[in-house]
């Protein structure tokens, strides 16, 4: 499992920052647990958190919203407890997640886990899906400017054939659309292959309740953007002025 240690930044995050620091030295990483050398009082519950862009570059026309890089964010966030653990072992067991991530570093993100009583976040990500799709082609367009897309579950994403024939319009693209951020996946006028994949890693995120948020979250883990986890996703598929759309369902397997 790959450990994330998240940080604050400034003279206020000190604290917050040697509470997450001792955590990290007090615990074992397992595969399936954390262990302590004595037992902590925590709650298991999901940190929701969201992030939008207040100030930083644009591109586009005027009125245009698309942020090249994020300066300064608003942030929401809240740790949403489920039960009660006093334990020296915290079992991580299966459980869904949502995350999504935009270029500028907005989005949102849902993940499971557990807050100390100091406020240290233990959040973790197992990386097991079962995609479900209502067909195994998207199309659009009609019978002389196409565009075609047929669709394979992969154990951690999809992949893809893209097939089309462009007569006035320059090019096709296909993206990913979640519940705010949307992630292309193609944008050309060459037909091939293509292929999404979501988080294949077991992730522990260790931060702390007032410090995390998605723009540090996508610094820590090196992205530019990606949707990934449980629940519904759209794909869109243009070409011209022709737009055809496939929502589909990503579930966590049981057993």
Do not use: C
Not at 26 to 35: F, I, K, P, T, Y
Not at 144 to 166: C, V
Not at 223 to 251: C, I, N, P, Q, W
Request: proline fraction near 4%; glycine fraction near 10%.
């Amino acid at each position: 499992m790959k450990v994330v240690k998240i940080l604050g930044r400034g003279p206020f995050s000190a604290k917050a920052n040697r509470f997450v620091e001792k955590t990290v030295s007090a615990m074992e990483v397992l595969e399936d647990s954390l262990v302590f050398r004595k037992a902590v009082e925590a709650k298991f519950g999901v940190f929701k958190a969201a992030s939008s862009v207040l100030l930083g570059p644009k591109v586009g026309v005027r009125g245009s919203r698309y942020y090249t890089s994020g300066w300064l964010f608003s942030t929401s966030r809240k740790f949403l407890p489920e039960k009660r653990v006093f334990s020296s072992e915290l079992s991580l067991v299966s459980h869904e997640y949502r995350l999504e991530i935009d270029v500028p570093g907005s989005g949102l993100m849902e993940l499971p886990g557990y807050r100390l009583k100091n406020g240290v976040l233990l959040l973790y990500i197992t990386s097991r899906y079962e995609f479900s799709f209502p067909g195994d082609a998207l199309s659009a367009g009609d019978m002389e400017e196409y565009a075609q897309l047929s669709i394979k579950p992969l154990e951690s994403g999809f992949e893809g054939e893209l097939t089309f024939n462009l007569v006035k319009a320059e090019y096709v693209s296909l993206d990913l659309m979640g519940e705010l951020v949307g992630d292309q996946i193609f944008f050309g006028s060459e037909p091939g292959r293509v292929k999404y994949e979501f988080l294949s890693e077991p992730l522990l995120v260790v931060s702390h309740e007032k410090s995390l948020d998605v723009p540090k979250l996508q610094k820590a883990l090196g992205l530019v953007s990606l949707l990934s986890g449980h629940g519904d996703f759209t794909l869109r598929l243009e070409v011209g002025k022709a737009k055809e759309e496939m929502r589909f369902s990503v579930y966590l397997p049981e057993g």
